[in-house]
């Protein structure tokens, strides 16, 4: 079974840079397991590892679709395992970093065989979320899956609708469908390293990490991308970072109160990322500081 090391965790704790020194100590190329890092265009609202990062390690699943281009947890799982076939082939190691828990557990678990997207279905329930929002969406999931209403966050719009979506097509509960999955495959030896901040140093690197993308051009980026006739109903347009400039765009936000929002729903994932991440007994945690014990663990792994 081929021995791959993941590097999980909230936003804003160092992923990257982590799995960038590995590889390099470690003769390793990386995998990124960021849901919005795989949108071309979209570089600095998605924190994308530099150009002179990439160049320093090989970096895979990056620019690899467009904004306007449906990319689901399958496609990640049968990408991921594609490259990291290739990766082994060069006699390289595998380090898979990024804050995406359903890719993780779609690559390390693999997924319940669901029913295929329908696009009409999906644009509806998009355009009902938009108009009565997102707790008026949730409620419907709430009617006919109580259970996966409970574990999904209501501003968790498209989960909620992927939720919906099966139930529609299924006539099934996307919760029974999952538990009758199981989530028991193992394809990989998979060692996973969490990484965590106590939390007040966890949000004030967050409110750093939005000025700094502020200051380096996320409102000039958004604009760039609408400009470019890429709807702001798009998956990808409605993350992180480009609702809340859309926001200011349309008027909604002042935008001094455009940053502060992005701050304080960046704060709430991070909220929501550890809540899914600590659900994993199989992750080990460790501080960023604890290089030398991660450096450690990593090599002991590998050999």
């Known amino acids: 079974m081929e021995k791959i090391v993941i590097i999980e965790g909230p936003t804003a704790t160092g992923k990257s840079a982590l799995a960038i020194g590995l590889a ?10 960021d849901s919005m890092q795989v949108y071309r265009r979209m570089d600095i609202g998605t924190a994308k590892p530099s150009m002179k990062e990439r160049q320093a390690v090989p970096h895979h699943l990056i620019d690899i679709v467009s904004p306007d281009e449906d990319y689901t947890a399958a496609d990640f799982m049968n990408d991921a395992v594609s490259k990291i076939k290739e990766v082994r082939s060069r006699g390289k190691n595998i380090f898979i970093a990024g804050g995406t828990g359903l ?41 006919v899956d109580p259970e996966a209403a ?9 989960r909620v609708i992927r939720a919906i979506e099966v139930y529609e097509a299924a006539k099934r509960p996307i919760s029974e469908l999952q538990k009758a999955h199981g989530f028991s495959e193992a394809r990989f030896d998979a060692l996973k390293i969490g990484l965590i901040k ?13 000025e700094r993308m502020v200051n380096e051009g996320l409102l000039e980026e958004t604009r760039r991308l609408l400009e470019a006739g890429y709807s702001m109903d798009l998956k990808p347009m409605c993350g992180l970072g480009y609702k809340e400039m859309i926001g200011f765009l349309h008027g909604k936000y002042a935008f001094n109160e455009a940053v502060e929002e992005l701050k304080k729903n960046t704060r709430h994932y991070a909220k929501r990322q550890i809540t899914w991440f600590k659900k994993d007994a199989e992750i080990r945690w460790f501080s960023p500081q604890q290089k030398e014990d991660i450096i450690g663990l990593v090599r002991g792994f590998l050999s």
């Open 24 to 33: 390099r100590e470690f003769n390793g190329e990386v995998i990124s397991a």
């Open 103 to 143: 890719y993780i557990k779609a690559l390390t678990k693999g997924l319940f065989p669901g029913p295929k997207s329908d696009k009409m279905l999906r644009d509806m329930l998009r355009k009902e979320a938009q108009e009565k929002g997102g707790l008026y969406i949730h409620g419907r999931l709430k009617e």
């Open 150 to 158: 409970s574990r999904i966050h209501p501003n968790n719009i498209i």
């Open 198 to 210: 106590e939390r007040a140093m966890l949000y004030a690197d967050i409110e750093n990490r939005v």
